[in-house]
């Protein structure tokens, strides 16, 4: 059972737009919501995280909207550009005790110049 | 700059063959991660280690993989026999837990399999 859902599989977008993953959980005991960015032949790498107490997250272009109620999550890259193509992994777990990430299956960004 | 490391980064082999990936945490990391990284699949856990003790290897096949911590600066899987099922990339990661604080999850390079 897929612990979390993210989607689209694939996005592509123009330099200057806007990009935006959506994701989706069950368990209501995860308390950190880390988002994963990975390029070809790397590891992921952390990009931003959230924790349930607040709603939104921003660091420089990327930002995180989170909704308790929903269990849903997404991240919104703004001003896209071509260096963002990649693949974005959203993630859940029990972060107060570093438990196992869950992740979703990943979104491949295409940013065209 | 700390980071983690693994070795090798390729690896081709024959069935049947046993392979062994290992990994390097971050010194001071206490939590070490092993995942598998396939298209079908996607990002899986296969264990994990806090303090060297294993706290949940249930994604691992228990019948053909082991994990061990020999020290704190070195983690391995082992595979024998692989198969080609087996074929992914393996990602290695270390965190460092500690009370009252949300701590970030370190990848290394991963180790990307192949059995023929």
């Known amino acids: 059972q897929q612990q979390v859902k993210q989607s689209p599989q694939s996005l592509i977008v123009q330099k200057g737009g806007i990009s935006i993953i959506n994701c989706a959980y069950e368990n209501t005991a995860f308390d950190y919501f880390p988002w994963y960015q990975q390029f070809p032949g790397k590891g992921p790498a952390l990009l931003i995280a959230?924790?349930?107490?607040?709603s939104e997250k921003k660091e420089g272009r990327f930002t995180i909207s989170f909704n308790k109620s929903a269990k849903q999550f997404s991240l919104h890259i703004m001003d896209s550009q071509p260096g963002d193509s990649a693949t974005y992994f959203c993630?859940?777990?029990?972060?107060?005790?570093?438990?196992?990430?869950?992740f979703g299956r990943g979104t491949q960004l295409t940013v065209w110049p | 700059d700390a980071r983690v490391t693994q070795t090798p980064r390729h690896k081709v082999t024959e069935m049947g063959q046993e392979v062994t990936m290992r990994c390097q945490p971050i010194l001071g990391h206490n939590t070490v991660f092993w995942y598998r990284q396939t298209m079908m699949q996607g990002l899986e856990l296969l264990a994990y280690?806090?303090?060297?003790?294993?706290?949940?290897d249930s994604g691992m096949p228990k019948d053909r993989f082991s994990a061990e911590m020999p020290d704190a600066t070195l983690a391995t899987l082992k595979i024998q026999p692989s198969e080609p099922r087996d074929s992914a990339v393996y990602f290695c990661?270390?965190?460092?837990?500690?009370?009252?604080?949300?701590?970030?999850?370190?990848f290394g390079p991963g180790t990307r399999l192949t059995v023929l």
């Open positions: 959230i924790r349930p107490d607040v």
């Open positions: 993630a859940a777990s029990r972060g107060s005790t570093l438990g196992r990430l869950y």
């Open positions: 990661a270390s965190g460092l837990a500690a009370t009252g604080s949300y701590n970030e999850q370190f």
């Open positions: 280690f806090r303090n060297r003790a294993p706290l949940d």
